[in-house]
């Protein structure tokens, strides 16, 4: 199988069987990509995977892009990218078109409702992975921390979070720097 089509065929079906967006799709991209056609090393999908995350737009597209010119230059980035893409153009086009037929209650809303659910368990395991593969120190595990705690009280929002980390890994790297003189 060309390395193309396998990154066109990982990220379709990743991306038409997870619904909670770029993160949630991880796994099964661990699974395709690292465990079975071991076409890329579990700490590289986790090191794009974290940089996706810290870019503007679309996280399962960056992530694509990120992964696909890694495994296959820029044909590979081209097609885990239009794979990442189509569904979600496909499906938010049917959605679209038929959130203003379906009924607000009964077995469609029951069945979302069960789907929006397993959703949370994807994301749930994508943080545990990049958690693990990011969090090695006492410092990131502070930071996340300090991170998660001011985003869940809404104490601050994520653009000043993002400086705010930035600021701490710089100083960080300042105090490194100087103990290792």
């Not at 991209?29 to 579990?42: D, N, P, Q, W, Y």
């Not at 009964?106 to 789907?115: Q, R, S």
């Not at 120190?137 to 998660?148: E, H, K, M």
Request: hydrophobic content about 50%.
């Amino acid at each position: 199988m060309s390395k193309n089509w396998l990154l066109f065929k990982t990220y379709l079906l990743a991306g038409s069987l997870t619904f909670s967006g770029g993160m949630a799709m991880l796994p099964l991209v661990e699974r395709e990509l690292c465990m079975k056609h071991a076409v890329i090393s579990r700490a590289t999908l986790l090191e794009y995977s974290t940089l996706a995350q810290t870019f503007p737009g679309v996280i399962a597209l960056t992530n694509a892009c990120f992964v696909g010119r890694k495994i296959n230059g820029r044909r590979g980035m081209l097609a885990a990218g239009l794979g990442a893409v189509l569904p979600a153009y496909v499906l938010m086009s049917a959605a679209t078109i038929l959130y203003q037929v379906l009924p607000n209650s009964g077995p469609v809303m029951t069945a979302l409702a069960g789907i929006r659910a397993t959703s949370a368990s994807f994301l749930f395991v994508a943080a545990f992975d990049l958690a693990r593969h990011n969090l090695t120190d006492r410092y990131s595990w502070l930071l996340a921390i300090a991170a998660f705690s001011l985003t869940i009280t809404n104490l601050v929002g994520a653009p000043l979070l993002i400086l705010g980390a930035l600021a701490c890994g710089l100083l960080q790297a300042g105090r490194q720097q100087q103990e290792a003189k």
